[in-house]
């Protein structure tokens, strides 16, 4: 197998009284689409919290190509290139959709506040580069008709777009999808997963957290299931499908609909 | 055309005194100018990072009374045996000191507030005025305490002996603000429009998602408030070398309302915001102590901002924008300066879940 990127040894979240996650480990490798699902509740947010810094564990550290997250704030941990998106819609509302982006990329840049009071020429420079590098995301991401519209006036599938859009913008080399597709309908679920394939295709690693099951065992490698805040199971889509375990625990019904 | 408009409306600004001879108004004219800069600069913060300065007033006293004692030169007192004099600089360079000094303060309450957002940065603003009041109050060694700095020099420019420029008279002084503000508007302008001033935005709008792409955001905020409270601080020492007397007053939680007042009102998070806000209620108390009776002046005043904040809540500006917009029949799109940041604060940050 490839090496791996991203591991998690031992973590543990706690909320006060409440066990949000305990002990928990796993290891998503280069170049994998790993899919993390679970029941409500379970823990997959708070795990996406814990890796990008919004939240430290009560136990635990992860770890990033060698290098302990320990301690860093989020926007250091984007600086590593992992980039997450939110599961509650997280937008720049009142800037247009090409603003959005231009703030994403905001990691592509380096001019400082003095370069920028004197107006140097690198800082056009820089500035007419970033702007090609967003009509290019908006390319990617299939949001160029949109450029000029404000991202809070956008139809609700298009700004989970955005979002995704944004965090690319961001130049991750590991993607954290948190729900992408929920409350949207078949046919952009199913262009959204064609758009997972080619974002993997730039050489970006995901990890993906989503309720559609579909969606799910249709793009990633390898899932890995938590209930109650521990790891239940762990395997490619079809084992998981057959799983005993996971069946009772989270999909039921959902394993028949997909 | 827009792009020509703020040139347009500054040749205009200079033409004011050549057909204007009235001194008095041109005395308004010169307090309104100082107050815009200091609109201006606290749009910086409470339009562009979302964040509201309300002891904002502190800066602008500190770039007053700094430039004025540098100017005058003092000396400290530590105890019987140790003096410790400043002699008195050239007023360019006690004029510099002060945007400095403003600027270090603005730099350090930023630092300070680190974590501190909305409510706590506001308490945090208006603890650091009042403290500064009482400092200027009490420390009498050093500000001469309620009897006040008199005598200041109007600002020179130039090398002494040789050929120099003094602002001293009304009309000067009046250039002299006109060209701060030019600057200021530059500033504020090169600022919005670059990676930093997205970086501003950014947390205005979103903080969680401004972190999860890299932006480093308490830096930003240092750094926007570090060139507001410069900036306030400039006003400051236009206006002491201007009326050439600074007294503990100019802490007043009062000016830091009319700030706020000529920022909401013109539209916050907009270039041209606080310099149209400030022009009505710089002109206005002026213009009303002229026309109408003492007691209805305040009435007036007060009536204007509620209309405005009733029927324009975005503010003068973004209105204007919209009206333009609709009439022209064009979407915001981003050769227009202000469709970015005209929209406002009504979307709701998504917090981290
Ligand atoms: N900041 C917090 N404070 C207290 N409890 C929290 C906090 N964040 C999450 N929890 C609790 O931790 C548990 C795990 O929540 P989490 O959001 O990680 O679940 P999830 O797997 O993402 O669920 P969903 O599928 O509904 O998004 C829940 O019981 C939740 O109520
Ligand atoms: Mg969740």
Redesign the pocket.
């Known amino acids: 197998m490839t090496k791996v990127v991203l591991e998690a040894r031992n973590i543990a979240v706690r ?1 006060g009284g ?1 066990i ?1 996650i305990v002990d928990m480990n796993f290891s998503v490798h280069e170049g994998e689409i790993v899919g993390l699902i ?1 029941p ?7 795990a996406f919290n814990v890796i990008t810094g919004y939240l430290s564990p009560t136990a635990g550290s992860i770890v990033y190509r060698g290098r302990d997250l320990a301690g860093l704030r989020s926007n250091q941990i984007a600086g590593l290139g992992v980039v997450r998106t939110f ?1 509650k819609t997280s937008l720049f509302g009142a800037c247009s959709v090409f603003d959005n982006i231009l703030i994403g990329l905001h990691r592509c840049g380096a001019r400082n506040a003095w370069e920028i009071l004197l107006d140097l020429p690198r800082v056009r420079a820089e500035e007419a580069r970033l702007r090609v590098l967003a009509a290019d995301v908006l390319d990617f991401i299939g949001l160029s008709a949109r450029r000029s519209e404000l991202a809070s006036t956008l139809p609700y599938g298009e700004q989970r777009l955005l979002e995704v859009a944004i965090a690319l913008a961001a130049e991750p080399s590991l993607l954290l999808l948190d ?1 992408p597709v929920a409350g949207m309908n078949p046919s952009e679920t199913a262009s959204f997963m064609e758009l997972v394939k080619r974002i993997r295709q730039r050489g970006i690693t995901i990890l993906l957290v989503e ?1 559609d099951m579909r969606m799910v065992m249709g793009v990633s490698y390898r899932v890995v299931v938590l209930n109650h805040g521990r790891i239940i199971a762990e395997g490619t889509p079809a084992e998981i499908q057959r799983n005993p375990e996971v069946i009772e625990a989270y999909l039921g019904r959902g394993a028949a609909r997909a | 055309m827009r792009r020509l408009l703020p040139w347009l409306f500054v040749v205009f600004l200079a033409s004011v005194p050549q057909w204007m001879h009235d001194q008095y108004f041109l005395h308004v004219l010169i307090n309104t100018g100082i107050f815009t800069i200091a609109a201006m600069s606290l749009n910086l913060l409470l339009g562009f990072t979302g964040q509201l300065s309300l002891g904002h007033v502190a800066f602008f006293g500190i770039g007053a009374y700094t430039s004025a004692l540098v100017s005058l030169g003092f000396d400290l007192h530590f105890n019987d045996s140790y003096v410790f004099v400043f002699e008195r600089k050239p007023v360019w360079f006690a004029f510099v000191c002060g945007i400095a000094v403003a600027g270090l303060c603005g730099w350090a309450i930023g630092r300070l507030s680190f974590k501190v957002r909305g409510a706590y940065f506001v308490i945090v603003t208006i603890s650091f005025a009042q403290v500064m009041r009482l400092v200027a109050l009490n420390w009498v060694d050093l500000t001469e305490g309620p009897m006040a700095l008199n005598n200041i020099p109007p600002i020179t420019l130039g090398i002494p002996g040789i050929w120099e420029l003094t602002f001293l008279r009304k009309l000067p002084n009046y250039y002299l603000i006109l060209c701060v503000a030019v600057l200021s508007y530059i500033v504020i302008h090169r600022l919005v429009h670059s990676r930093a001033g997205r970086a501003f935005i950014a947390l205005r709008e979103n903080e969680p998602l401004a972190a999860s792409v890299g932006i480093d955001v308490t830096r930003y905020l240092v750094l926007a408030t570090a060139v507001s409270a410069g900036m306030a601080g400039a006003a400051g020492g236009l206006y002491t070398h201007y009326v050439r007397i600074v007294d503990p007053d100019i802490f007043l939680f009062i000016y830091t309302v009319t700030m706020v007042i000529m920022v909401i009102s013109g539209g916050k998070g907009t270039l041209a915001g606080p310099i149209v806000g400030g022009l009505i209620f710089g002109m206005l108390p002026q213009v009303l102590r002229e026309f109408a009776r003492p007691e209805a002046q305040w009435i007036i005043y007060g009536v204007a901002m509620m209309v405005i904040v009733l029927f324009l809540p975005q503010g003068i500006v973004p209105a204007i924008s919209a009206l333009w917009r609709r009439r022209s029949g064009r979407s915001p799109d981003r050769s227009d300066p202000e469709s970015k940041t005209m929209a406002g604060l009504h979307t709701a940050p998504g917090a981290a ?1």
Not at chain 1, 40 to 46: C, I
Request: no cysteine.
């Open positions: 909320f409440l949000a679970g409500n509740g379970a823990g997959k947010t708070t599961q729900e309720h | 879940p």
